[in-house]
């Protein structure tokens, strides 16, 4: 094994993944597969999780789906059980689980009277409480070992607050403040052996914001314009384009880096408009 693949190779570990049956967290399902890990993909759709974990199989890796809901305790520690019985251990937790919800958003037309309370602690719950949780529950044998890696996903709406996605704003700049807490507390609690770090993707087409940022015909929206306007790459991300700062976070290649959040972004992050 060369210098470059001993630094970045995930060869023998085991990841577990939430959501990794969305367009995001499917590409880096792949991406750690491609590297070596063994990939435990958690959703709540069991079907899809063996579907991913059949065509990791089919290109030479190994995976296995898991059905569970990152708001329910006991699934997860079911779930766990599972993870540690077939592989005895866990090195990696991606916590990509995520969503939003037409009542926790403020649309043109509207204004902040018109939030859905109810909706808005539900896209919260999803995202900071659905990170927070498995990062207990799978969290757990890291701290044990003292070795190990934990990936939150933040957003640039964590970054650079974006008009109308209230309740998924809030949800993922506590993320990005849960990313540097958990750093913190797990560097002086169990030593520097296990590090944790966010990415903050930029503009993905997902099938959560394909209608927000496109036509049916294909064309941008008003919105979609704007956010290319605003993205000096001057187009969305490609999945696959998130491979890449995964594989450093969670490689030996980033072994003193814990406590940040990684934009991979086409330097929206960094563009004022002018």
């Given at each position: 094994?060369?210098?470059?693949?001993?630094?970045?190779?995930?060869?023998?570990?085991?990841?577990?993944?939430?959501?990794?049956?969305g367009?995001?967290?499917?590409?880096?399902?792949?991406?750690?597969?491609?590297?070596?890990?063994?990939?435990?993909?958690?959703?709540?759709?069991?079907?899809?999780?063996?579907?991913?974990?059949s065509?990791?199989?089919?290109?030479?890796?190994?995976?296995?789906?898991?059905?569970?809901?990152?708001?329910?305790?006991?699934?997860?520690?079911?779930?766990?059980?599972?993870?540690?019985k077939?592989f005895?251990?866990?090195?990696?937790?991606?916590?990509?689980?995520?969503?939003?919800?037409?009542?926790?958003?403020?649309?043109?037309?509207k204004?902040?009277?018109?939030?859905?309370?109810?909706?808005?602690?539900?896209?919260?719950?999803?995202?900071?409480?659905?990170?927070?949780?498995?990062?207990?529950?799978?969290?757990?044998?890291?701290?044990?070992?003292k070795?190990?890696?934990?990936?939150?996903i933040?957003?640039?709406?964590?970054?650079?607050?974006?008009t109308?996605?209230?309740?998924?704003?809030?949800?993922?700049?506590?993320?990005?403040?849960?990313?540097?807490?958990?750093?913190?507390?797990?560097?002086?609690?169990?030593?520097?052996?296990?590090?944790?770090?966010a990415?903050?993707?930029?503009?993905?087409?997902?099938?959560?914001?394909?209608?927000?940022?496109?036509?049916?015909?294909?064309?941008?929206?008003?919105?979609?314009?704007?956010?290319?306007?605003?993205?000096?790459?001057?187009?969305?991300?490609?999945?696959?384009?998130?491979?890449?700062t995964?594989?450093?976070?969670c490689?030996?290649?980033?072994?003193?880096?814990?406590?940040?959040?990684?934009?991979?972004?086409?330097?929206?992050?960094?563009?004022?408009?002018v």
């Amino acid at each position: 094994m060369s210098y470059l693949e001993s630094l970045f190779s995930l060869k023998s570990k085991v990841a577990v993944v939430t959501g990794g049956t969305g367009v995001l967290g499917n590409a880096m399902c792949k991406a750690l597969a491609n590297a070596g890990a063994v990939v435990v993909i958690i959703g709540r759709r069991k079907d899809a999780a063996d579907q991913l974990a059949s065509a990791i199989h089919s290109s030479g890796g190994r995976a296995m789906g898991i059905s569970a809901d990152v708001l329910s305790t006991e699934q997860l520690i079911t779930a766990r059980e599972i993870v540690l019985k077939q592989f005895g251990k866990i090195d990696i937790l991606i916590n990509a689980a995520g969503g939003n919800m037409p009542g926790a958003v403020v649309m043109p037309d509207k204004t902040i009277f018109d939030l859905k309370i109810d909706d808005f602690r539900s896209v919260v719950d999803l995202n900071l409480t659905g990170s927070l949780l498995p990062t207990q529950i799978f969290g757990k044998p890291l701290s044990e070992s003292k070795q190990g890696v934990i990936i939150n996903i933040s957003s640039m709406t964590a970054i650079r607050p974006l008009t109308r996605v209230l309740g998924y704003g809030a949800a993922k700049a506590a993320i990005s403040n849960f990313t540097q807490w958990l750093a913190v507390e797990m560097a002086k609690k169990f030593g520097e052996g296990i590090r944790v770090n966010a990415i903050a993707p930029g503009f993905f087409l997902t099938e959560q914001n394909r209608n927000l940022l496109t036509n049916a015909d294909g064309s941008l929206t008003e919105r979609g314009q704007l956010i290319i306007r605003g993205t000096p790459f001057g187009r969305f991300g490609e999945p696959d384009e998130l491979s890449g700062t995964l594989l450093w976070l969670c490689s030996d290649a980033s072994k003193f880096v814990s406590g940040i959040v990684v934009p991979v972004d086409g330097a929206f992050s960094a563009y004022g408009g002018v």
